[in-house]
């Protein structure tokens, strides 16, 4: 009895995939059917297998492990002679960073020699990440062969591992075991292998990453520790530089620090034999200057085609060739110091990109605290020395002055009473002088003590000339202050009374043979400087340029400058200009 179809439905029949059995005899059905249970069979083996592999996988969190399992894993489910994991660059170039093997044995991977670089065939999956099938390698056009040595391989599969919406790398497959081609179901194993070794790589990613930031907050730590067991300045910025080099597996770490308004100076280098050091930068032409101007951390991924780049570094012996950089400023709450400074060689770019720009920021900061605590530290120790020399200036000023002061006058009143004497007279009398001159000396300790060196005062200029004049002389000059010389006499006025002071002095030390020498400074509508000696004199063929020095310094000034100079009666110089 023939079936009527009901109406709205198709008529009933064998399936697409059954046509070709329609006629067939028992023994071929059978053989069919035992085809398609076999074929069910592998899949299920291979699902329970992929399932298996993603375990594996997952139980690893170290990224060099996790990516030799997983061509291992592709061999076993594909059934594959080789494999092969081509792991990209994050560079803009897109070639292959590392190149995983499993299937070659230690002898021919030397004999065939470097690994490939991404380039031909591995090119073509890595410009269009797809699968691709081949029956013959050799058959495909962007194929360049096999270097000498290399096995041979004839089928290929080629498939990408993506992380989330880049890829990561390719997974590559050759020589299936059976001499058969690879087929759809082996592209469609490998293919969820590759996604779930994506998932599998980001995880060892962020472990590595969470590896990373634990190693800066570590170094932060130590940096911190330096600081707190009251190393210098120098000491802790050193160590942050090598530490943030070390840790950011850069070429080249430098601390760059302000010296004034217009100019850096390269204080600390991390990575660089030899004590060769760059010269100071310029604030509009380096990228150092940039970032201090800013306050903002910069990121060059080559810094050989940046306008803003000082490329004298590069240049200098031991010194990495350009590449990316990464500089961070050394904040503090008075400004920026300075900038860390982090590069690689072009040859190490993907170090570079594997570096996030706010943990070396976050722990610049460090260095910048190094900074501020020194400069705290080092202003406590000035004050307490400056306290001590208050306390030292004020028992010299009313305890031996006024003993020194009080002897005096006993002596002056002696010398009356024994007029009848002259020798003793005379000899009290040279005693009082004497003691008069040691009372100026200490009044003009006292003022020294209570003078910053890098004060800049004329008082303490010439008192430092003078002194550093009395060791080659053997003896110390006479000094004396008339008027209100630090008041009136300013900055400019002083680099010039300096110059002329150091010139005169020089020339009493190199050419008078002086036993005595007397500084004079006077200060009032003029600034008179007067330098003598009781030398031999200026002989009549002596060179006079620093003379000549002197007088051009004076007429620049509107003053004048004299020389008295007799043979075997000494040397006068008196430098005058006006104050104002």
């Given at each position: 009895?023939?079936?009527?179809?009901?109406?709205?439905?198709?008529?009933?029949?064998?399936?697409?995939?059954?046509?070709?059995?329609?006629?067939?005899?028992?023994?071929?059905?059978?053989?069919?059917?035992?085809?398609?249970?076999?074929?069910?069979?592998?899949?299920?083996?291979?699902?329970?297998?992929?399932?298996?592999?993603?375990?594996?996988?997952?139980?690893?969190?170290?990224?060099?492990?996790?990516?030799?399992?997983?061509?291992?894993?592709?061999?076993?489910?594909?059934?594959?002679?080789?494999?092969?994991?081509?792991?990209?660059?994050?560079?803009?170039?897109?070639?292959?960073?590392?190149?995983?093997?499993?299937?070659?044995?230690?002898?021919?991977?030397?004999?065939?020699?470097?690994?490939?670089?991404?380039?031909?065939?591995?090119?073509?999956?890595?410009?269009?990440?797809?699968?691709?099938?081949?029956?013959?390698?050799?058959?495909?056009?962007?194929?360049?062969?096999?270097?000498?040595?290399?096995?041979?391989?004839?089928?290929?599969?080629?498939?990408?591992?993506?992380?989330?919406?880049?890829?990561?790398?390719?997974?590559?497959?050759?020589?299936?075991?059976?001499?058969?081609?690879?087929?759809?179901?082996?592209?469609?194993?490998?293919?969820?292998?590759?996604?779930?070794?994506?998932?599998?790589?980001?995880?060892?990613?962020?472990?590595?990453?969470?590896?990373?930031?634990?190693?800066?907050?570590?170094?932060?730590?130590?940096?911190?520790?330096?600081?707190?067991?009251?190393?210098?300045?120098?000491?802790?910025?050193?160590?942050?530089?090598?530490?943030?080099?070390?840790?950011?597996?850069?070429?080249?770490?430098?601390?760059?620090?302000?010296?004034?308004?217009?100019?850096?100076?390269?204080?600390?280098?991390?990575?660089?034999?030899?004590?060769?050091?760059?010269?100071?930068?310029?604030?509009?032409?380096?990228?150092?200057?940039?970032?201090?101007?800013?306050?903002?951390?910069?990121?060059?991924?080559?810094?050989?085609?940046?306008?803003?780049?000082?490329?004298?570094?590069?240049?200098?012996?031991?010194?990495?060739?350009?590449?990316?950089?990464?500089?961070?400023?050394?904040?503090?709450?008075?400004?920026?110091?300075?900038?860390?400074?982090?590069?690689?060689?072009?040859?190490?770019?993907?170090?570079?990109?594997?570096?996030?720009?706010?943990?070396?920021?976050?722990?610049?900061?460090?260095?910048?605290?190094?900074?501020?605590?020194?400069?705290?530290?080092?202003?406590?120790?000035?004050?307490?020395?400056?306290?001590?020399?208050?306390?030292?200036?004020?028992?010299?000023?009313?305890?031996?002055?006024?003993?020194?002061?009080?002897?005096?006058?006993?002596?002056?009143?002696?010398?009356?009473?024994?007029?009848?004497?002259?020798?003793?007279?005379?000899?009290?009398?040279?005693?009082?002088?004497?003691?008069?001159?040691?009372?100026?000396?200490?009044?003009?300790?006292?003022?020294?003590?209570?003078?910053?060196?890098?004060?800049?005062?004329?008082?303490?200029?010439?008192?430092?000339?003078?002194?550093?004049?009395?060791?080659?002389?053997?003896?110390?000059?006479?000094?004396?202050?008339?008027?209100?010389?630090?008041?009136?006499?300013?900055p400019e006025l002083g680099a010039h009374v300096s110059a002329v002071l150091g010139e005169a002095l020089s020339n009493v030390v190199r050419h008078a043979e002086a036993t005595r020498a007397d500084v004079s400074l006077e200060a009032g509508d003029e600034v008179v400087l007067t330098v003598s000696d009781d030398g031999r004199g200026i002989a009549a063929d002596a060179p006079r340029s620093g003379l000549a020095n002197m007088s051009e310094r004076a007429a620049e000034l509107g003053g004048s400058c004299t020389v008295e100079s007799a043979a075997g009666r000494g040397t006068t110089v008196v430098w005058r200009v006006p104050t104002r």
């Amino acid at each position: 009895m023939s079936q009527v179809p009901r109406e709205g439905f198709a008529p009933l029949g064998p399936s697409a995939s059954l046509q070709p059995l329609l006629g067939a005899g028992l023994e071929e059905l059978l053989r069919e059917l035992l085809q398609r249970v076999d074929e069910i069979e592998e899949d299920q083996q291979r699902l329970r297998g992929l399932l298996d592999a993603v375990v594996l996988l997952a139980a690893d969190l170290s990224l060099d492990r996790v990516l030799d399992r997983i061509v291992e894993l592709a061999c076993q489910l594909s059934g594959a002679r080789y494999a092969a994991m081509g792991v990209l660059d994050a560079g803009s170039a897109r070639r292959l960073e590392a190149f995983v093997t499993h299937g070659l044995t230690a002898d021919q991977r030397s004999v065939i020699g470097d690994l490939p670089h991404g380039r031909g065939l591995l090119g073509e999956i890595i410009d269009r990440p797809t699968p691709l099938r081949l029956h013959d390698i050799a058959e495909h056009p962007s194929s360049y062969g096999f270097p000498e040595g290399h096995p041979p391989m004839r089928s290929f599969l080629g498939v990408p591992v993506r992380l989330r919406d880049r890829v990561f790398g390719n997974l590559y497959l050759t020589e299936k075991t059976n001499g058969l081609d690879f087929t759809e179901r082996d592209e469609a194993v490998v293919v969820a292998l590759a996604a779930a070794a994506g998932v599998v790589v980001e995880n060892a990613q962020l472990y590595e990453e969470g590896v990373r930031r634990e190693r800066w907050l570590a170094a932060t730590a130590e940096v911190a520790g330096l600081l707190g067991s009251r190393q210098d300045a120098a000491q802790a910025l050193q160590v942050t530089a090598d530490r943030a080099r070390e840790i950011a597996q850069a070429d080249l770490a430098t601390v760059v620090l302000r010296r004034s308004e217009t100019e850096l100076e390269v204080t600390v280098v991390s990575g660089v034999e030899g004590t060769a050091r760059p010269a100071p930068l310029t604030m509009d032409g380096s990228l150092a200057g940039h970032v201090v101007s800013t306050g903002e951390a910069l990121v060059v991924p080559d810094v050989a085609a940046d306008q803003r780049t000082d490329l004298q570094a590069s240049s200098l012996e031991g010194w990495p060739r350009s590449g990316p950089a990464m500089l961070v400023p050394l904040r503090t709450v008075e400004g920026v110091e300075g900038v860390l400074a982090l590069a690689w060689s072009a040859e190490r770019e993907a170090q570079f990109h594997a570096v996030d720009v706010r943990l070396p920021q976050q722990f610049a900061e460090q260095a910048a605290l190094a900074l501020q605590v020194a400069r705290a530290r080092a202003d406590q120790q000035r004050l307490m020395v400056f306290e001590d020399r208050d306390r030292i200036g004020r028992d010299l000023h009313d305890l031996v002055i006024q003993r020194l002061f009080a002897v005096g006058l006993g002596l002056e009143n002696t010398a009356r009473m024994i007029e009848d004497r002259p020798d003793i007279a005379e000899r009290v009398s040279t005693a009082v002088d004497d003691l008069d001159d040691t009372i100026k000396d200490i009044r003009r300790t006292i003022f020294a003590l209570s003078a910053s060196p890098e004060s800049g005062d004329v008082r303490s200029t010439v008192l430092e000339l003078t002194e550093r004049a009395s060791r080659a002389l053997k003896f110390r000059p006479q000094v004396r202050f008339t008027g209100p010389v630090s008041s009136l006499v300013g900055p400019e006025l002083g680099a010039h009374v300096s110059a002329v002071l150091g010139e005169a002095l020089s020339n009493v030390v190199r050419h008078a043979e002086a036993t005595r020498a007397d500084v004079s400074l006077e200060a009032g509508d003029e600034v008179v400087l007067t330098v003598s000696d009781d030398g031999r004199g200026i002989a009549a063929d002596a060179p006079r340029s620093g003379l000549a020095n002197m007088s051009e310094r004076a007429a620049e000034l509107g003053g004048s400058c004299t020389v008295e100079s007799a043979a075997g009666r000494g040397t006068t110089v008196v430098w005058r200009v006006p104050t104002r």
